[in-house]
């Protein structure tokens, strides 16, 4: 036999790895976790104070406590109410439902948007025959979280306005027992 007659060994061919798709993978990988991360440390710096409960709460350890108080005698007091909003007029309405109101009392609003702080309303109530009203216009485009009481604070009842909605029952947060 001749050595010209042998056939070709098959050699394979050297490959750049940036060729390989596995290793642009691996990068991938890796740099969408990096970008992730630094993403998630910027969100949560930038983000403040995030309490969900907007009173002043106390902190011990792991454990949150507010002071509910005004929940209590809200409900030792059997109050309830109805908060409307009249779009049309510019005016938001309290009417009491049941319990012992004091029908001279001013009362606050707190309008709290579920998501951004900065777009909380504060509302001053006036007395009137039937309840309580301010003159003042309402974005209806997204839901409140509402929280009734007196200037002083001694009580306060709270409920949720959904979108769209232009009334809703306002209650203690603690239930009878």
Same mark, same amino acid.
């Given at each position: 036999?001749?050595?010209?007659?042998?056939?070709?060994?098959? !050699?394979? /061919?050297?490959?750049?790895?940036? #060729?390989?798709? %596995?290793?642009?993978?691996?990068?991938?990988?890796?740099?969408?976790?990096?970008?992730?991360?630094?993403?998630?440390?910027?969100?949560?710096?930038?983000?403040?104070?995030?309490?969900?409960?907007?009173?002043?709460?106390? $902190?011990?350890? @792991? %454990?949150?406590?507010?002071?509910?108080?005004?929940?209590?005698?809200? #409900?030792?007091?059997?109050?309830?109410?109805?908060? $409307?909003?009249?779009?049309?007029?510019?005016?938001?309405?309290?009417?009491?439902?049941? *319990?012992?109101?004091?029908?001279?009392?001013?009362?606050?609003?707190?309008?709290?948007?579920?998501?951004?702080?900065? /777009?909380?309303?504060?509302?001053?109530? @006036?007395?009137?025959?039937?309840?309580?009203? !301010?003159?003042?216009?309402?974005?209806?485009?997204?839901?409140?979280?509402?929280?009734? *009481?007196?200037?002083?604070?001694?009580?306060?009842?709270?409920?949720?306005?959904?979108?769209? @909605?232009?009334?809703?029952?306002?209650?203690?947060?603690?239930?009878?027992?």
């Amino acid at each position: 036999m001749d050595t010209n007659d042998t056939p070709p060994q098959d !050699t394979p /061919e050297r490959s750049s790895p940036w #060729r390989q798709p %596995v290793i642009w993978l691996v990068i991938a990988l890796v740099a969408a976790s990096v970008i992730g991360g630094i993403t998630m440390i910027v969100i949560a710096s930038n983000a403040g104070n995030d309490d969900a409960v907007a009173d002043p709460v106390q $902190r011990t350890a @792991q %454990v949150q406590t507010a002071d509910l108080g005004p929940d209590a005698a809200a #409900r030792e007091r059997n109050l309830s109410a109805i908060v $409307r909003v009249d779009a049309e007029l510019e005016l938001v309405e309290v009417l009491p439902v049941e *319990g012992d109101f004091d029908p001279a009392a001013l009362l606050q609003l707190h309008l709290r948007h579920p998501v951004e702080a900065a /777009e909380d309303v504060t509302l001053q109530l @006036q007395p009137t025959e039937l309840g309580w009203r !301010t003159g003042t216009e309402v974005a209806g485009d997204h839901d409140w979280n509402v929280e009734l *009481g007196p200037v002083n604070g001694s009580w306060r009842l709270q409920g949720r306005l959904p979108a769209g @909605q232009q009334a809703a029952h306002l209650q203690p947060a603690l239930s009878a027992q």
